[in-house]
């Protein structure tokens, strides 16, 4: 078996090449791309028997996407994708001194793979659906976070200027149509105290508001009422940061709708998306997510702890002599156990069952993001039975571990 460590750049690639016993047999630096991607190949077939098989090269690699990657897995060897800061303690163990160059980190990353593989998770390839299903989904999200960091941009500007704006379209949210258009077209006190009942509901109908004269009557009140405010020219000068933060705001807002349509076309076409989509408190746009994360190659899960372990909503334990203290995971996938706090949260509204299970814990004075943790960690095992078995969820058979006993 050849053992290669890969310190991967934007543009090239250190790679060692070790042996079973650990000697460095060859290093290189290989350009990225299909050239690069050539010269790997001869320089590992160098050093292979006539009879032996991709799968006999092992590559460490510190990262788990990407074409080069891909290019490596459908090659057939087996590839490592570690975490930098696995790597990091493992270089500590080789070397005290703190030194650190490429050639060093590749020297690290083909060590261990040789020596610690049975501890490292290898990179399953994913289907070229659940691939794009990834990056729409994950697109969708950034932009949704983009949006609510200027949001509270927004919100930030308008209280140091124009408080009574916050006080007008709370009502709207200040990402809502209206109340961007309105900002937009009024971004000073003295233009919003001008805006007309006319004005205001023109933009309450275009977002398909509803009681339309008691809301456009109420933000003219609210916009005409005395606020402490700035000097003219520093509210000239919000003014103009705001226009701008309303135009970006305005564009997040569209592309967002269109990304909608893509998340869910993608991941319509998915075959385990009807599985994902009857389990509860998940529709397309959480669907898409947890299976964007979670990823549809076959055994990549060993087991439902598996799978709740790399989901991060399986606790932690740690022990020393007679300490011993049970802890939520802190280090996991953000985009996935956001996607699977929302599913929880709106199961425990639709499902009696997942209701049953929260009041249980909260009766048990578990806080409530705790007991929604423990909620995710359990549809989390439920959801690997069903795409083990390629079954829909059944809210009987899922609790009914926990009515019998109650019964009894």
Not at 324 to 349: C, P, S, W
Not at 374 to 401: F, P
Request: charge should be positive; charged fraction near 25%.
């Amino acid at each position: 078996m050849l053992f290669v460590g890969d310190d991967w750049a934007e543009d090239h690639h250190d790679v060692e090449v070790q042996d079973e016993h650990g000697r460095a047999i060859r290093t290189a630096r290989l350009s990225e791309g299909v050239d690069g991607m050539a010269r790997f190949h001869e320089l590992v077939a160098g050093f292979l028997p006539d009879d032996a098989k991709p799968s006999d090269v092992l590559v460490c690699i510190e990262t788990d996407r990407g074409p080069w990657v891909r290019a490596l897995v459908a090659a057939g060897y087996q590839v490592y994708g570690v975490n930098p800061k696995q790597a990091a303690r493992h270089r500590e163990l080789l070397s005290l001194s703190g030194a650190k160059s490429d050639k060093a980190d590749a020297h690290t990353l083909a060590d261990m793979v040789r020596t610690r593989r049975h501890q490292l998770r290898q990179v399953a390839a994913d289907s070229d659906v659940a691939e794009a299903v990834k990056v729409v989904a994950r697109a969708h999200q950034t932009l949704i976070w983009e949006r609510t960091r200027h949001t509270l941009r927004l919100r930030a500007a308008l209280r140091d200027y124009f408080p009574a704006a916050l006080v007008a379209y709370h009502v709207l949210t200040l990402t809502g149509a209206d109340a961007l258009e309105l900002l937009a077209k009024a971004p000073t006190p003295a233009a919003a105290a001008k805006l007309t009942l006319t004005q205001i509901s023109a933009a309450l109908k275009k977002a398909r508001r509803r009681d339309i004269p008691a809301k456009a009557t109420a933000i003219q009140q609210a916009l005409r009422t005395d606020h402490l405010g700035q000097a003219d020219v520093i509210t000239g000068a919000y003014a103009a940061t705001v226009r701008a933060t309303v135009a970006i705001l305005q564009t997040l807002n569209t592309e967002i709708r269109t990304l909608d349509g893509q998340v869910e076309a993608h991941f319509g076409q998915h075959p385990d998306a009807e599985v994902y989509l009857s389990q509860p408190g998940i529709g397309v746009i959480l669907g898409a997510r947890v299976l964007a994360e979670f990823g549809d190659a076959t055994g990549r899960y060993a087991d439902a702890k598996s799978r709740k372990n790399y989901a991060g909503t399986a606790p932690i334990t740690r022990q020393s002599g007679r300490s011993k203290t049970v802890h939520a995971r802190f280090i996991h996938n953000n985009r996935l156990v956001d996607a699977l706090h929302m599913q929880a949260g709106a199961a425990i509204l639709h499902d009696s069952g997942v209701r049953a299970y929260y009041d249980e814990l909260r009766s048990r004075e578990v806080g409530h993001n705790a007991a929604l943790r423990q909620v995710g960690n359990r549809l989390v095992g439920i959801l690997h039975g069903c795409l083990k078995n390629t079954t829909h969820y059944d809210q009987t058979t899922a609790w009914s571990h926990r009515t019998q006993p109650a019964a009894a």
